[in-house]
């Protein structure tokens, strides 16, 4: 990226950012990562088969792309997993995932590294902006830090970080893995296969988080005090046929315990 030098702390760090045909977003939410205390060593965007304005505003943050063809539906799954493999080429061992569409705090970053641990896997907050907020989002925002202070569906996730570490430390501390803001060793992604890519939409990220876990590592919450903040959007791929199918795929996962998908990663390494 373009910018500051990454941190020390930050080194063989990366951050998989997924999107697809929203240019406007990923420009804002690149801008925000640019702006962060720690940095990361590589931003990854995984394009689920974007047009040329997206490969623009990636070569202007001085990311790495990771483009495959546009299969129709949502194809993040399959995307996502080829950012991981990239990612492992270029030398990062702890990974970051978010999407396109997720604005960071400015410590996001920081907050994931200090809690980083062997057989962890690390889920900050999720904080949903409104239609109009979105809409009326400009890089001066952005720079500034003002949608930090928004509030968005939850204004009770505004506190000063301080406070946000207290209420961190004081809630249960287990969390499902969350795909706009969670990270993990690449390893441990990369053992359970990564994303299963029969899903499209819905409980995809359950269903990696079901299996990490089975795999023993432990998902760590810091809700409060590392939140993204998402920009609102249509969501023309909700499909409630799929959902139940993706429920049954879940279901399936915490009934046998299973730790790996045949499905996943390793069909790109082949």
């Known amino acids: 990226m373009t910018g500051a030098a990454p941190s020390r702390t930050a080194a063989r760090t990366a951050v998989v950012v997924s999107t697809y045909e929203n240019p406007v977003a990923l420009d804002l939410v690149l801008r925000g990562w640019a702006r962060q205390r720690v940095r990361p060593e590589w931003i990854v965007v995984a394009d689920d088969g974007s047009g040329p304005e997206t490969a623009q505003v990636v070569r202007r943050w001085d990311a790495v792309q990771v483009r495959l063809p546009h ?21 990062a061992d702890w990974l970051l995932f978010t999407d396109g569409d997720w604005l960071p705090c400015r410590d996001l970053l920081a907050r994931h590294l200090e809690e980083r641990r062997p057989k962890r896997f690390v889920a900050g907050g999720g904080i949903r902006l409104s239609r109009e907020a979105s809409e009326r989002m400009v890089a001066a925002d952005v720079d500034l830090g003002a949608f930090e202070r928004w509030g968005g569906n939850k204004p009770h996730y ?5 406070v946000g570490r207290i209420l961190d430390a004081i809630q ?30 819905g409980l995809e990220d359950n269903e990696l988080g079901e299996r990490l876990e089975n795999a023993g590592v432990r998902g760590h919450s810091i809700r409060y005090s590392a939140p993204v903040y998402h920009l609102w959007h249509e969501r023309p791929w909700l499909d409630p046929q799929a959902l139940v199918r993706h429920q049954a795929m879940l279901t399936e996962t915490r009934r046998t315990r299973a730790i790996w998908t045949a499905h996943g990663i390793h069909s790109h390494e082949a």
Do not use: I
Not at 184 to 194: E, S, T
């Open 71 to 91: 299969g129709g539906g949502f194809g993040k799954c399959r995307v996502v997993n080829a950012a991981v493999l990239r990612a492992r080429a270029l030398g």
């Open 158 to 162: 505004r506190w000063p970080r301080p």
């Open 172 to 201: 249960p501390r287990r969390t499902p893995w969350k795909g706009g803001n969670s990270s993990a060793w690449l390893a441990d992604v990369v053992r359970v296969g990564g994303y299963d890519e029969r899903f499209g939409w």
